[in-house]
């Protein structure tokens, strides 16, 4: 059985069947009340009384009955939602927007210093958080905080949540993309860019660098013994979501190349209209319950650790429109944007002999005037590319650390790329 919300978008009844069915389809929906109990454990008054509420237990929810693997995943997490919550409330935004929101205890402490909060998850998550949150807010502040059903990789049911949002907007996201694979991530940054761009704001991003998180944290707590639990922790987040971590582009995996990884998952990022800045955790972390537990050592240890791992402060990459007048004529015309490090070409007509000279003065004036780290072609109207035109490519391709990508060639251009060799040189979309 299922129920309509006034935005249109379909929620399901809280029936035991209809939750066991939402947590098999999607284990992260399970995942958000393992979090809300070790918030409550971690000491936090209102995630306990929420807790509480739901009647939730450690054999539940607790990913471990091992003491000291529990501690270290609960002071993980106090770190992440603290210091989030910090940065949302230093982001000068009017409004702040959990996606998702789970079940924690944010827009009770928003309300509580006059802050607007808006929480979006899925509607069976909102028809419980809802009315658990709203019966702990005094009724002078209810105006304050609104929650809204949706599905973070369909634009059309965030859209309609966003709608009635006025005004700029921090929106958090902690935790989440460990569970998506990479078409769904880039299906939810295009939302992300999308809402930004209309609404004004920033993307506080907490899961790019989860994992180097962990691996820094543990090797704090754990010394020697850190190995053997990444291994036991790893397994657990396998059996929970279906996707292999390395296979996450905008989830960087710090036992391989660290450097690379970064600049990869800032081309994804890049390709999708985005940039984004690292902020140090140690710059921006609250005093946390769980370290007053702790040996003074190991505190210093963790904090020592911070210094070394990174919340991202996402926003829109503003494009320049490039003035491209020279570049035209002889049987092809050109438009060209840079966004940010990337240069976004369009090319109709053909690219050969006579007019391969004028892209490749137009590209070497670019790049003297502006960093250039990637360039995209879109070839949907480019009718052909002889062997000048490619030459021009490679060239660009050499100086480009994230490379050249072409996108939508015709037929005849896509084989002339696997005549020449060109198609495992660059990245053809």
Request: contains cysteine; aromatic residues 6%.
């Amino acid at each position: 059985m299922t129920d309509v919300t006034p935005a249109g978008i379909p929620s399901l009844t809280r029936s035991v069947d209809d939750l066991s069915l939402l947590e098999r389809v999607n284990p992260v929906f399970n995942t958000a009340k393992m979090t809300l109990y070790q918030l409550a454990s971690s000491g936090d008054e209102n995630a306990l009384a929420l807790s509480n509420m739901y009647g939730l237990t450690a054999e539940e929810t607790e990913a471990t009955s091992e003491a000291d693997e529990q501690i270290i995943n609960h002071i993980i997490l106090e770190t992440r939602y603290r210091t989030m919550g910090v940065l949302a409330e230093r982001s000068g935004c009017p409004t702040a927007v959990d996606l998702p929101c789970g079940y924690n205890p944010r827009g009770i402490e928003f309300a509580a210093k006059g802050h607007a909060y808006v929480g979006i998850d899925l509607p069976a998550v909102i028809l419980e958080a809802e009315p658990a949150v709203t019966s702990m807010l005094p009724e002078s502040q209810h105006h304050l905080v609104r929650y809204f059903g949706a599905d973070a990789t369909n634009y059309a049911s965030l859209e309609a949540a966003f709608d009635h949002i006025e005004g700029e907007v921090c929106i958090t996201t902690e935790g989440l993309l460990m569970y998506f694979t990479d078409s769904e991530t880039a299906e939810f940054c295009d939302n992300i860019r999308r809402v930004l761009s209309a609404h004004g704001g920033c993307w506080l991003l907490a899961d790019a660098e989860v994992v180097m998180q962990y691996i820094l944290t543990a090797r704090a707590f754990y010394g020697d013994r850190f190995m053997e639990v990444m291994r036991r922790r790893k397994a657990h987040a396998d059996k929970q979501s279906d996707v292999d971590v390395k296979a996450r582009t905008l989830v960087i995996d710090p036992t391989a190349d660290p450097a690379q990884a970064m600049r990869k998952a800032m081309a994804f990022l890049a390709a999708h209209g985005l940039k984004a800045e690292r902020i140090i955790v140690a710059d921006h972390v609250p005093e946390l319950n769980n370290l007053a537990k702790l040996p003074a050592d190991k505190v210093v240890q963790i904090r020592e650790s911070m210094k070394s791992y990174a919340y991202w402060k996402i926003t829109p990459i503003a494009a320049v429109p490039l003035d491209v007048h020279e570049a035209q004529g002889s049987g092809m015309e050109l438009a060209a944007s840079l966004d940010d490090d990337t240069l976004s070409l369009e090319i109709a007509g053909r690219l050969d002999t006579l007019t391969a000279p004028n892209l490749l003065k137009f590209y070497e004036q670019t790049v003297e005037k502006h960093s250039v780290e990637e360039v995209r072609v879109d070839c949907t109207k480019l009718a052909y590319v002889s062997s000048a035109g490619l030459r021009v490519i490679v060239i660009m391709l050499k100086g480009c650390t994230r490379g050249v990508t072409l996108v939508a060639p015709n037929d005849t251009v896509r084989e002339i790329l696997h005549q020449t060799g060109m198609v495992d040189m660059v990245n053809v979309e």
